[in-house]
């Protein structure tokens, strides 16, 4: 990887961001999965830090999803999200993030018999004390696609009793061999309700899964979509409609979407005129926050600071709030550009 200069990489950290493409039960740290077990008197299949941070070496989706959830049971109390969502909200707002839409998987606790009031309470106490210190972030439920429409039809409906809990609804687990279609019926009632859309399309799975996702869904963002550049027709059509990819770089390194950062293809996808933003995924799995994502990025592809910029206005453009709140956010990344235009 090109060496990145100092100056560069702090200009890039510093970056007013949004980040719309963050798991909260993937930011959870190995020393935090070892405490919180420790807490709730959960047994783990690991003896130690180390021994769990070993195991993070991945070969495909499924080989990740299986160690994410095992991380995620030692999440029992309100207490348990609250904490967990606490240090996200704070490693994200060193990295310039001022924006965050946060995905949260309710089926993978209620499963566990974590209530669905346990989950959202913990995880709204610790947005509620970060909204006071200035920070602007919401919620979006996402379904676990490997399981039912009718499983996902009933975490839509335990949710509903916290509705203003939520801004939106999303598609992420296991892609290959559960299509959008699978979901199309929750997801049309998720929007009669008022709900924001988005979906994971596009990793493993083909490019079709990005159209299903736009035309069966609704999705008004794709998750990843790094597989839509193996179709012409459809970069057009997702470049002319500037629908907003939330691409994950250092995820698709570990999970083998791309060999190498290098080899990744942002640096296409924005040549193509698509609307990308870079997001850390899971970031305690995948070897960084969205800062690290965005400086290491750079340095692999060569992205210079007028791209970096974009990639960032796009994030901000792209995020769900209403049109004078965006408006603040673009001011505030205008000024910070203004104020390192010479650094």
Request: glycine residues 8%.
């Amino acid at each position: 990887m090109s060496a990145i200069d100092p100056a560069f990489a702090t200009f890039l950290v510093g970056l007013p961001k949004a980040e719309l493409h963050v798991h909260i039960e993937g930011t959870l740290e190995p020393e935090t999965i070892f405490r919180l077990a420790a807490r709730n008197g959960v047994a783990l299949a690991y003896e130690s830090v180390e021994a769990l941070r070993a195991a993070y070496a991945f070969t495909d989706l499924q080989s990740f999803l299986d160690i994410y959830y095992a991380g995620a049971s030692v999440l029992l109390t309100a207490a348990d999200f609250a904490d967990m969502g606490r240090a996200y909200l704070a490693r994200a707002a060193a990295d310039g993030v001022i924006r965050a839409e946060i995905f949260f998987d309710p089926q993978t606790h209620t499963a566990r018999g974590v209530a669905m009031a346990t989950v959202i309470e913990g995880l709204t106490r610790a947005l509620d004390e970060a909204r006071a210190g200035g920070m602007s972030c919401d919620l979006i439920l996402c379904f676990l696609r490997h399981l039912s429409e009718e499983d996902a039809f009933a975490t839509l409906r335990a949710a509903l009793p916290f509705r203003d809990a939520f801004i939106g609804v999303g598609l992420d687990s296991s892609e290959v061999g559960h299509p959008p279609e699978k979901f199309a019926r929750v997801f049309a009632e998720a929007r009669a309700l008022g709900l924001h859309v988005v979906a994971h399309a596009g990793e493993e799975g083909p490019p079709d899964y990005i159209v299903q996702a736009l035309d069966l869904l609704g999705a008004e963002r794709i998750d990843h979509g790094v597989r839509c550049l193996e179709d012409a027709d459809l970069v057009a059509r997702l470049a002319r409609e500037r629908v907003p990819l939330t691409v994950c770089p250092f995820s698709n390194v570990k999970l083998r979407v791309c060999d190498r950062l290098e080899d990744h293809p942002l640096r296409r996808m924005l040549e193509a005129g698509l609307a990308v933003t870079i997001n850390s995924d899971d970031p305690a799995y995948f070897g960084g926050q969205i800062g690290a994502n965005y400086v290491e990025t750079c340095a692999a592809l060569g992205l210079d600071r007028a791209a970096a910029a974009r990639i960032a206005r796009t994030s901000l453009e792209a995020s769900f709030v209403d049109a004078a709140t965006k408006a603040g956010f673009l001011a505030r990344l205008d000024a910070h550009l203004a104020a390192t235009a010479g650094a």
